[in-house]
C-alpha cells in the first residue's frame, strides 16, 4: 500500500478560505437577524396607571383663565374641557379590563368633581359676603381667583383669602388672587 499524501495547492487553500468567509458571513447575518428580532417592542403592557396629560389639562385651563370673555364665559369654556376629560375617564372606567386602571380613573374623576364643587362654593361664598364677583380656579398646586374689581385693597383679599383657605384648607402662599383688568 501506498502512503497517499495529499499534495498542497494552493487551489485547496483559496476554496477553503471561501468557504470560511462564507461561513462567517452566515453567522454574522443570522446574528443580525436574530439581534433585530429580539429588539423588537410590541407595544408595552399597560401598567394600570390611567395617563393624563397634566401639561394639557393645565394649558387648556390656563387659556380658559387668561382668556377675553366674561366670567360666565370662562366658567363654560372650563366645564367644557373638565366635562371631555371626565368622559374620557367615564369611558376608561367602563372599557378597561383593568382594576387598578379603573380605579386610579375613578379617584382622578372623583379629584376633578370635588375640585369643580369647591370652586362653585367659593364663588358662592365670596357672592355672600358681598365681595365683587369672581372666578376660582384649583389646580394641583394652588386656588387662582380672579376677581372683577380694578384695584383690590387688602380687606378685600384677606376676606377672600380667608374663605379660599377655609374650603380648601390649603395656605396662604398657595392661594393667588388677582384683579381681572
Known amino acids: 500500500m501506498e502512503n497517499k499524501k495529499k499534495k498542497f495547492t494552493y487551489r485547496d487553500i483559496l476554496f477553503r478560505k471561501r468557504r470560511v468567509a462564507a461561513a462567517t458571513l452566515i453567522v454574522v447575518f443570522g446574528a443580525g437577524i436574530i439581534l433585530t428580532q429580539t429588539g423588537r417592542t410590541e407595544i408595552p403592557v399597560h401598567d394600570g396607571d390611567v395617563l393624563v396629560d397634566s401639561l394639557s389639562v393645565a394649558e387648556e385651563q390656563d387659556v380658559n383663565l387668561t382668556s377675553e370673555g366674561s366670567f360666565e364665559e370662562r366658567r363654560a369654556a372650563l366645564e367644557l374641557s373638565r366635562n371631555k376629560l371626565i368622559a374620557k375617564l367615564d369611558d376608561t372606567i367602563s372599557k378597561s379590563s383593568s382594576r387598578e386602571e379603573q380605579s386610579n380613573a375613578a379617584k382622578e374623576k372623583e379629584r376633578i368633581m370635588d375640585a369643580m364643587e369647591t370652586e362653585l362654593a367659593i364663588e358662592s361664598l365670596i357672592e355672600t359676603k358681598n365681595l365683587p364677583d ?47 383688568y
Open 134 to 180: 369672581s372666578f376660582v380656579l384649583i389646580t394641583e398646586t394652588s386656588v387662582n381667583v380672579t376677581v372683577d374689581k380694578q384695584e383690590l385693597d387688602t380687606n378685600t383679599v384677606a376676606k377672600i383669602c380667608d374663605i379660599v383657605m377655609r374650603e380648601t384648607g390649603r395656605s396662604a402662599d398657595k392661594i393667588i388672587i388677582q384683579s381681572m
